[in-house]
């Protein structure tokens, strides 16, 4: 979205909010923070541009008019440099062909880190990565040509949901001290995060738990939120299945890793929990940007998030507890795909499908949005995991009968894997 609808949309923004609650004053503000770092001028905020610091540079002035203390290793920062896996090049023609390495240079990142400061023993970390794809790259999902990936939903609206909730920890909730981190990175593979893990600005011995929100959104119509890492410590089931808050349900994954920064803390035998409203066909594509950010259940996700805060408050250091997922030989190979984006957020019976890829198998089966798959050649599909195990059966060129519900009946289609 280019800069001048941007201001556009945030004027408007704006001026609707005057004279109205203080709630809509505050959802001004996110706005205007997930505005920004969404922004063409950040130009995605790829680790190690120049719109990550920029990005980087708005976040530590946010945190100092917030009147957090510069916790970073040079005040608000802390830099770390990677050097990325180089792809293969081939040398030569013909019979002398030879493969060599390209030459990649090294990164630098930064995390932006604050500290409130409530005189406790113990410390609660709560993050986000702000860093994106840049124009694009080999995460990117965009099939056309080299474009601004602005990244609103993944992850400035992280960030927003972070600086809310520093806001809203100012006046409340003391039983702990606070670490807000905004993590760069992540989308290179934890970068940020990892880093921070092995030369922590404070003592890991003190942190309490560890929140993170990635992709917050998009809450959808049933208002269903996932929550990974309950597993993590005995105190979170207890404590989640007393919330009632904006009628939010949630969908729950024991394991403490996941694709996103609170991997790093599990990691280190910290409890964590990650806040997630689930992916869309926007995902690292150029369209995630802020006209389909649903304002309002970001402000829901903060509500939630601190309803969690101030449930454990009273429980002192949490227990940690590992969770099963350290088994990686557990995890199923598979040759195949359809071509979906599964709906990650889906509770019921079956794999309910998100997004449909033009010109994969499930596009050609004619399989659409909104379908549930339920069986697959002869094996029944009831949820992700067997889902993946089916699709370990098969290999390219064989055709597969496959199953599955589209308003309310069942529907026989053949897939022919490619």
Same mark, same amino acid.
Request: proline share 3%; hydrophobic share 35%.
């Given at each position: 979205m280019k800069n001048g609808v941007l201001a556009f949309f945030l004027l408007v923004f704006f001026?609707?909010?005057?004279?109205?609650?203080? *709630?809509?004053?505050?959802?001004?503000?996110?706005?205007?923070?997930?505005?920004?770092?969404?922004?063409?001028?950040?130009?995605?905020?790829?680790?190690?541009?120049?719109?990550?610091?920029?990005?980087?540079? &708005?976040?530590? *002035?946010? &945190?100092?008019?917030?009147?957090?203390?510069?916790?970073?290793?040079?005040?608000? &920062?802390?830099?770390?440099?990677?050097?990325?896996?180089?792809?293969?090049?081939?040398?030569?023609?013909?019979?002398?062909?030879?493969?060599?390495?390209?030459?990649?240079? *090294?990164?630098?990142?930064?995390?932006?880190?604050? &500290?409130?400061?409530?005189?406790? *023993?113990?410390?609660?970390?709560?993050?986000?990565?702000?860093?994106?794809?840049?124009?694009?790259?080999?995460?990117?999902?965009?099939?056309?040509?080299?474009?601004?990936?602005n990244g609103a939903d993944d992850n400035a609206s992280g960030v927003g949901a972070l600086l809310m909730l520093v806001e809203r920890l100012q006046t409340k909730h003391s039983d702990n001290n606070y670490l807000f981190m905004a993590f760069s990175g992540e989308e290179k593979g934890l970068w940020g995060s990892n880093h921070f893990c092995d030369e922590p600005t404070i003592d890991l011995a003190s942190v309490n738990y560890m929140l993170n929100m990635d992709m917050v959104g998009r809450l959808n119509e049933e208002r269903t939120l996932a929550v990974y890492g309950v597993g993590t410590s005995p105190s979170w089931v207890p404590m989640l299945e007393s919330l009632d808050i904006d009628s939010i349900t949630i969908t729950t994954t024991e394991s403490g890793v996941g694709p996103s920064d609170h991997t790093s803390f599990y990691l280190e035998d910290i409890p964590v929990l990650h806040f997630f409203t689930g992916q869309h066909s926007d995902y690292h594509k150029p369209t995630d940007d802020i006209e389909k950010i649903n304002w309002d259940g970001i402000v829901s996700v903060v509500n939630y998030m601190e309803g969690v805060i101030a449930n454990v408050a009273p429980k002192g250091k949490l227990e940690f507890t590992k969770t099963k997922d350290e088994d990686n030989d557990s995890t199923p190979s598979f040759k195949v795909t359809l071509g979906v984006m599964p709906d990650y957020l889906y509770g019921g019976l079956g794999m309910r499908i998100d997004g449909v890829t033009e010109d994969r198998p499930a596009h050609g089966a004619g399989m659409f949005e909104g379908d549930i798959v339920i069986a697959m050649g002869d094996s029944s599909v009831t949820d992700m995991k067997s889902y993946m195990r089916c699709l370990g059966a098969f290999e390219p060129g064989q055709t597969t009968p496959v199953i599955v519900i589209r308003d309310s009946a069942e529907v026989l289609m053949d897939v022919l894997w490619d």
């Open positions: 001026c609707g909010c005057v004279g109205k609650s203080e *709630e809509n004053v505050v959802s001004s503000q996110l706005a205007q923070d997930v505005g920004y770092l969404a922004s063409d001028e950040l130009e995605g905020r790829e680790t190690g541009s120049a719109g990550e610091q920029k990005a980087g540079e &708005f976040i530590a *002035e946010r &945190f100092e008019n917030l009147g957090l203390q510069p916790k970073g290793e040079d005040g608000w &920062f802390q830099t770390f440099t990677f050097t990325p896996h180089p792809p293969m090049q081939m040398h030569g023609s013909g019979d002398t062909a030879s493969l060599g390495m390209a030459i990649v240079k *090294e990164i630098s990142g930064r995390n932006v880190i604050g &500290f409130m400061d409530n005189g406790m *023993e113990n410390t609660v970390v709560i993050g986000a990565h702000y860093d994106h794809l840049g124009w694009g790259g080999e995460s990117s999902l965009h099939a056309g040509d080299s474009a601004i990936h």
